[in-house]
């Protein structure tokens, strides 16, 4: 694991970061005129964050080729479509992908996704990432940019209430008693999206089960039971916490709407990752917006959970695979993830392209001091996580600890027996 956090760490200090795939001699695209090649191809994006960001990449890709008709496709739930449509051989011709999940892997060993190492542009990647990323020695997908989570917060609500930024949880939650006794929301929280939720608890479980990462591992061997975790325990207790202090009715809030309500001033505090940064932006707060890291017991505890937010790969069966190439192989410009990064904020995955958003400062002061862990939903078994999100959504709807240990019990042995 020290070694997974030390890749990280390197990873976003340097803002560089790649994951390619494998190395046969036909990926590798050589730059045309752009005339050359035409057509068209669909590419499958998860983030729906990032469609104007890709929109406008898009254009200036078309600047170049001109006969390469690149169509930006993003759906609701499009985790689970790109899936069902893997399974019935509808593969996009490139899709965004989170390279570092179980399931990426299992697609990867299915030969659904194309081997790009040798793809023009690699090169510009860091090649001890390339090398940590590598899956059985091919790599698999251009990743683009690195996230982590945190608590933007309003910097003028908190200067007014004479509020610093909270180093422990227990300061955490004397600074949204401060806020709830001035009579404002502390902090919003987007429930009704099981994701969002999930993503949450996730990163709570990274900073909470220290020794019990394998914790689920045993239990499907019924070697341990959940409702034994003082880690699950705890997190669960931080979760029902934390909506002590959100709005009313945080189930019947949705990612966009507490976007909405954050931006507008009427809460101090938004828990999200740094992909929410380009929305918040988009809504034209009139304050300047801050992040910090989820603050643990004590200063020293209190870590980040790194992973890698956007990455693009290419259906393997070749069909349209000159034009879907040539496409990654754009995206792996420096002038082109400059682009991106410009827009999204996010550390950047190609050497010598950097971020200059102020309000990552203290989460990267948290990465260049080494206080982060790996996603720990990236190491569990493929499809388990779409589970846990609806368990941890449970647990808000019934505010009862003991029933979601005893639910999730039932949920790890059902899928690691």
Same mark, same amino acid.
């Given at each position: 694991?020290?070694?997974?956090? *030390?890749?990280?760490?390197?990873?976003?200090?340097?803002?560089?970061?790649?994951?390619?795939?494998?190395?046969?001699?036909?990926?590798?695209?050589?730059?045309?005129?752009?005339?050359?090649?035409?057509?068209?191809?669909?590419?499958?994006?998860?983030?729906?964050?990032? =469609?104007?960001?890709?929109?406008?990449?898009?254009?200036?890709?078309?600047?170049?080729?001109?006969?390469?008709?690149?169509?930006?496709?993003?759906?609701?739930?499009?985790?689970?479509?790109?899936?069902?449509?893997? *399974?019935?051989?509808?593969?996009?011709?490139?899709?965004?992908?989170?390279?570092?999940? *179980?399931?990426?892997? =299992?697609?990867?060993?299915?030969?659904?996704?194309?081997?790009?190492?040798?793809?023009?542009?690699?090169?510009?990647?860091?090649?001890?990432?390339?090398?940590?990323?590598?899956?059985?020695?091919?790599?698999?997908?251009?990743?683009?940019?690195?996230?982590?989570?945190?608590?933007?917060?309003?910097?003028?609500?908190?200067?007014?209430?004479?509020?610093?930024?909270?180093?422990?949880?227990?300061?955490?939650? $004397?600074?949204?008693?401060?806020?709830?006794?001035?009579?404002?929301?502390?902090?919003?929280?987007?429930?009704?999206?099981?994701?969002?939720?999930?993503?949450?608890?996730?990163?709570?479980?990274?900073?909470?089960?220290?020794?019990?990462?394998?914790?689920?591992?045993?239990?499907?061997?019924?070697?341990?039971?959940?409702?034994?975790?003082?880690?699950?325990?705890?997190?669960?207790?931080?979760?029902?916490?934390?909506?002590?202090?959100?709005?009313?009715?945080?189930?019947?809030?949705?990612?966009?709407?507490?976007?909405?309500?954050?931006?507008?001033?009427?809460?101090?505090?938004?828990?999200?990752?740094?992909?929410?940064?380009?929305?918040?932006?988009?809504?034209?707060?009139?304050?300047?917006?801050?992040?910090?890291?989820?603050?643990?017991?004590?200063?020293?505890?209190?870590?980040?959970?790194?992973?890698?937010?956007?990455?693009?790969?290419?259906?393997?069966?070749?069909?349209?695979?000159?034009?879907?190439?040539?496409?990654?192989?754009?995206?792996?410009?420096?002038?082109?993830?400059?682009?991106?990064?410009?827009?999204?904020? $996010?550390?950047?995955?190609?050497?010598?392209?950097?971020?200059?958003?102020?309000?990552?400062?203290?989460?990267?002061?948290?990465?260049?001091?080494?206080?982060?862990?790996?996603?720990? *939903?990236?190491?569990?078994?493929?499809?388990? $996580?779409?589970?846990?999100?609806?368990?941890?959504?449970?647990?808000? =709807?019934?505010?009862?600890?003991?029933?979601?240990?005893?639910?999730?019990?039932?949920?790890?042995?059902?899928?690691?027996?």
């Amino acid at each position: 694991m020290k070694k997974v956090i *030390s890749f990280f760490t390197a990873m976003f200090m340097t803002s560089t970061l790649f994951l390619g795939c494998g190395s046969a001699k036909d990926t590798d695209v050589k730059k045309t005129d752009g005339k050359k090649l035409e057509g068209k191809i669909e590419f499958f994006q998860q983030k729906k964050e990032a =469609v104007k960001n890709f929109d406008a990449i898009i254009a200036k890709f078309n600047e170049e080729y001109p006969n390469i008709k690149v169509e930006q496709n993003c759906v609701p739930d499009a985790g689970k479509v790109l899936t069902t449509r893997m *399974s019935t051989g509808d593969i996009p011709d490139v899709f965004t992908v989170y390279p570092l999940a *179980s399931e990426f892997k =299992v697609q990867c060993d299915q030969k659904f996704v194309m081997d790009i190492s040798n793809l023009n542009g690699v090169d510009n990647i860091n090649p001890e990432i390339k090398k940590m990323l590598t899956y059985k020695d091919k790599l698999y997908a251009l990743p683009i940019s690195l996230n982590t989570m945190g608590i933007f917060y309003n910097k003028q609500m908190f200067k007014e209430l004479n509020i610093e930024i909270p180093k422990t949880y227990d300061e955490l939650i $004397s600074a949204m008693k401060k806020i709830k006794a001035a009579g404002k929301t502390p902090i919003i929280l987007p429930d009704k999206d099981s994701w969002t939720v999930g993503q949450c608890g996730d990163r709570l479980f990274g900073m909470y089960m220290n020794e019990e990462m394998d914790l689920f591992d045993k239990v499907g061997k019924g070697e341990k039971s959940t409702a034994d975790s003082k880690g699950l325990d705890k997190l669960a207790k931080v979760m029902l916490e934390l909506r002590e202090y959100g709005q009313a009715d945080s189930l019947g809030t949705g990612y966009d709407q507490a976007i909405s309500v954050f931006a507008s001033g009427k809460a101090a505090m938004f828990y999200q990752g740094t992909w929410a940064l380009p929305i918040i932006d988009k809504a034209k707060p009139s304050f300047e917006v801050g992040m910090f890291p989820f603050p643990g017991d004590t200063d020293k505890e209190s870590k980040i959970g790194i992973n890698v937010d956007c990455a693009v790969s290419a259906r393997a069966d070749g069909k349209n695979g000159e034009l879907a190439k040539t496409f990654i192989s754009f995206l792996a410009r420096p002038e082109i993830a400059q682009m991106y990064v410009k827009a999204d904020g $996010s550390p950047s995955a190609i050497k010598d392209v950097k971020s200059d958003r102020k309000e990552f400062e203290a989460m990267q002061k948290s990465i260049a001091e080494g206080n982060t862990y790996p996603i720990p *939903s990236n190491n569990w078994k493929p499809g388990f $996580s779409g589970e846990w999100k609806k368990v941890v959504q449970n647990l808000i =709807v019934k505010k009862d600890v003991k029933a979601f240990t005893k639910e999730l019990d039932q949920v790890v042995k059902n899928f690691y027996k």
